[in-house]
């Protein structure tokens, strides 16, 4: 299928001239038929016919030149071309959407939106800190705040879904895309529930907890690789079962109930070991946590909110802004 041609010159319209040729009634389309897979259901989303459904597809398909969509006997299936699209078609329609939301929250006298990803542990007392300071700074903020592992947080940067987060990187290949800047280390303890048989005592080695069950953060968050780290660097392989959840809640509830054992952020269970709700294993374990930063997208200019909440970010972390990202990944440490 060839690119649709330029009116004024007859030419073949460059990608980026035909993207520009893309209306946001196009982009809604896109992302009700990523949604529905079905031309039908989609026309009837939009209030249309499905004739003229058909038509504003082929029209897009027209304009980039390519099809994006294989025709099947039961709805639709975007091609690698069409899940590029699609992409490109979500983030847009997410920036308009946030656009909206703060123009309107700006013309009422407010002061804007601001969505922040954030990894469970020590990132959160840092958190909870600065969403204190920057509502004392601009009490009319409505910040949202969303508690996830960071593969997944860094999925939602990527899709526009949030602002900035609070976390690691996951993968070599995130670090080209992103800005990360340092804001603290963090510490890991085992611990338990209060009846523990371990709890008090003394001379315990790591290799001593393999006959205990565990329960692990999953395979793909920072704390696991760093437990599966030290646990093979010593020859610890749990053999009493493994029960693997990102809910620090639901793990402390668990060991109330159990023996089980878990790995956590030292500054997530401080206080619940003051509490009472926790005791603290007595076994040293190696410092191999990685720090966690402040992560954003790369070469984006922050919203006034945004920017806003990044400084109150580094004043309650005590760090001082970092030099841009290179390609060459100097800028920060991943995770």
């Known amino acids: 299928m060839l690119m649709s041609p330029d009116p004024s010159t007859g030419k073949p319209l460059s990608i980026a001239q035909a993207f520009a040729r893309l209306r946001f009634r196009h982009l809604q389309f896109l992302d009700l038929l990523d949604q529905t897979r079905n031309l039908r259901l989609t026309a009837e989303q939009m209030h249309i016919t499905q004739p003229a459904a058909t038509k504003i597809l082929m029209d897009i398909e027209d304009i980039l030149g390519s099809r994006l969509f294989d025709r099947l006997s039961r709805g639709m299936r975007p091609n690698e071309l069409g899940l590029f699209t699609l992409r490109y078609a979500q983030g847009a329609l997410a920036g308009h959407r946030r656009f909206v939301d703060e123009f309107n929250a700006l013309k009422q006298g407010g002061h804007g939106h601001l969505s922040v990803g954030a990894i469970t542990g020590s990132a959160a007392h840092l958190l909870t800190a600065s969403v204190a300071e920057i509502q004392r700074l601009r009490p009319l903020l409505v910040v949202k705040i969303l508690e996830q592992s960071s593969d997944q947080l860094i999925v939602w940067l990527a899709e526009r879904k949030i602002d900035l987060m609070i976390g690691r990187f996951t993968d070599e290949s995130q670090r080209p895309q992103f800005q990360y800047e340092r804001l603290s280390s963090e510490q890991l303890q085992v611990v338990a529930g209060l009846n523990h048989p371990l709890r008090g005592a003394n001379d315990l080695q790591l290799t001593e907890l393999a ?125």
Do not use: N
């Open 211 to 335: 006959r205990w069950p565990w329960i692990l953060y999953p395979a793909s968050t920072a704390v696991r690789k760093v437990s599966d780290d030290i646990f093979g660097s010593t020859g610890l392989a749990p053999t009493s079962g493994v029960v693997e959840t990102p809910s620090f809640l639901f793990a402390l509830e668990l060991m109330q109930i159990t023996d089980m054992l878990s790995l956590q952020p030292t500054a997530l269970v401080d206080k619940y070991v003051a509490k009472g709700l926790l005791a603290r294993v007595p076994v040293e374990l190696p410092d191999r946590m990685p720090d966690y930063g402040l992560i954003t997208r790369l070469d984006e200019t922050p919203t006034p909110s945004a920017q806003a909440f990044i400084e109150v970010l580094r004043g309650v972390a005590g760090v001082r802004p970092e030099p841009p990202h290179d390609e060459g990944g100097t800028a920060g440490r991943p995770a």
